[in-house]
């Protein structure tokens, strides 16, 4: 098949995947419910079923086929679909670490673990063995983790919080460097991507300090915002309090336009709907590009992400404030 028929294929894969999506019809369902028992009809007339873990188990599993069947079927951008999709894989490994740093025996996790299929490097049976730290160092020795894993066990034991910023900043780093080998003729895949690790940092800045980790150890729990122009203040973004003034005020006004932002959560909303509107765009234009998959993909997880917060908290009281915060995201946006 030729590039073109290849680029073609792909995209009618990825267009046909992107229509399974939840809309604004259904967005308005859910803000017209009003009581947890209203609620919870919608999510049913939207097909949405089980508790949350039951909802995220089949989702997730889902989603990683569609990563496996997307970066087979493009003629560019596989090792960047694989980067995107180990995300899931450095979730299972962070639930790793927390279960071996307490001794928690496989049962305890086993059915949180994401079945990664081919696209992972840790299999479930191997990981079903790890008793501790040291176990986990031995089982993804000949994993991409092996050297994060081993600093993070080496002498006193990371603390699991300050394990995981260590594992997402790996994550993201790989991002980086996947969005950057793409050829030119795919610059939207990659500042798609590039804007998704700029978010991911933004929340490692924002978890770090809410660690109490130091602001200058904070800046450089990010991939990609500490060697950027305008963001050489990122220790100052960490020390943020309500108290500062808004949140906004410190950051390039290149990222939002000027946008007002008062703090954290207005700013992850605000950076899921930018990214919602440039997924929406990445479907428009030339079909010989890798970005209408991407698209996808990011549109796929934060749906995932927003479903599975919905049902969780659809009987209390903030229901309405994580609704607007699913959102904002997803393509169940307006």
Not at 50 to 59: C, E, I, K, M, V
Not at 137 to 148: D, F, G, Q, S, W
Not at 283 to 311: K, M, N, Q, T
């Amino acid at each position: 098949m030729s590039s073109a028929g290849a680029f073609a294929f792909a995209n009618v894969r990825a267009r046909s995947r992107a229509a399974r999506l939840l809309g604004p019809e259904a967005a308005a369902h859910l803000r017209a419910a009003a009581t947890p028992a209203a609620r919870a009809a919608a999510l049913h007339r939207l097909g949405i079923e089980g508790d949350a873990a039951d909802l995220q188990r089949g989702r997730v599993a889902r989603l990683l086929d569609d990563y496996a069947v997307l970066a087979r079927s493009y003629p560019v951008g596989e090792p960047l679909l694989v980067a995107m999709a180990r995300l899931h894989e450095i979730e299972n490994l962070k639930l790793l670490y927390r279960a071996a740093a307490n001794g928690l025996p496989a049962e305890r996790w086993r059915a949180l673990f994401r079945p990664m299929g081919r696209l992972g490097t840790i299999q479930r049976a191997d990981a079903e063995e790890v008793r501790s730290l040291r176990d986990l160092e031995a089982v993804t020795r000949a994993t991409p983790y092996a050297e994060v894993v081993a600093a993070a066990v080496s002498g006193p034991a990371l603390a699991p919080a300050e394990a995981e910023l260590s594992f997402d900043r790996l994550g993201s780093r790989r991002l980086v460097e996947e969005a950057r080998r793409l050829p030119s003729s795919q610059a939207g895949a990659g500042a798609l991507v590039l804007g998704l690790v700029r978010e991911r940092d933004l929340d490692a800045v924002r978890r770090a300090a809410a660690y109490s980790i130091a602001p200058e150890l904070c800046a450089a729990t990010g991939a990609l915002l500490a060697g950027e122009p305008g963001w050489g203040h990122l220790a100052e973004i960490a020390a943020w309090t309500p108290d500062a003034g808004p949140l906004g005020l410190l950051l390039p006004r290149r990222l939002l336009g000027g946008a007002p932002v008062a703090d954290w959560d207005a700013l992850e909303r605000a950076l899921r709907r930018r990214r919602r509107r440039a997924c929406a765009a990445a479907f428009i234009g030339s079909p010989l590009r890798l970005a209408p998959g991407v698209a996808y993909l990011l549109l796929a997880e934060e749906e995932l992400r927003g479903l599975v917060a919905l049902v969780e908290a659809a009987g209390a009281p903030a229901a309405g404030s994580v609704l607007e915060r699913a959102l904002a995201g997803s393509a169940l946006g307006d």
